[in-house]
């Protein structure tokens, strides 16, 4: 479950950035004033209440040795809708490092406390990995597994990063501690 609760009427959410496709893109208007239009928005839906985002099992793409670790894709729809590039993102239970790579990967700042080492060190290499265009993750886009279904399958993509200018983050961070 993810809540989201804002101080102010002052806050950032990215509809288009988490639009979802349609299942009828060309579905036009049948009658009325916009009789002929086209009938949704042509960037896709509003993203519905539940989001099918599997979880990181065994033969996951992104699985490392975090005992519940959840995939970047879940977290990078947060990052994309309710931050803009540039900002801060902050995770205190950094885990394995999925919101920093989602953040860094859309040009955001990351930062984040873990108290386990081992996943510290996890999370050094994923972003080492990212830096290199190396890492692996599930795409944001890819659809849910459906055995009799007879499309293409998207296969896993490689993740590049970049630091965003004027910032200390983890990039700093992992030439201090090494």
């Given amino acids: 479950m993810v ?17 979802v496709p349609q299942k009828y893109p060309q579905k036009k208007h049948f009658k009325g004033p916009k009789k002929g239009e ?23 793409v992104e699985k490392t040795e975090h005992p519940c670790q959840f995939p970047i894709e879940l977290v990078e729809r947060l990052v994309l809708a309710l931050s803009k590039a540039g900002d801060w ?14 953040a860094l990967m859309h040009h955001r700042k990351a930062i984040g406390s873990e108290v386990v080492p081992l996943y510290n060190r996890i999370t050094k290499e994923r972003i080492r990995q990212a830096k290199k265009g190396q890492l692996r993750i599930r795409p944001m886009e890819r659809s849910i597994y459906d055995p009799d279904s007879k499309g ?19 990039f700093s961070l992992l030439e201090k501690k090494d």
């Fill in 38 to 60: 086209l009938s949704g928005h042509p960037l896709g839906k509003n993203p519905s209440d539940v989001w099918e985002i599997p979880n990181v099992k065994s033969n996951h």
């Fill in 89 to 102: 993102v902050l995770d205190p239970f950094l885990g394995v490092g999925s919101t920093a790579i989602a």
């Fill in 3 to 19: 809540l989201w609760f804002t101080k102010t009427d002052d806050y950032v959410f990215n509809l288009d950035a988490v639009r």
């Fill in 152 to 170: 293409k399958v998207m296969p896993p993509k490689y993740v590049e990063i970049h630091p965003v200018r004027q910032q200390l983050d983890f």
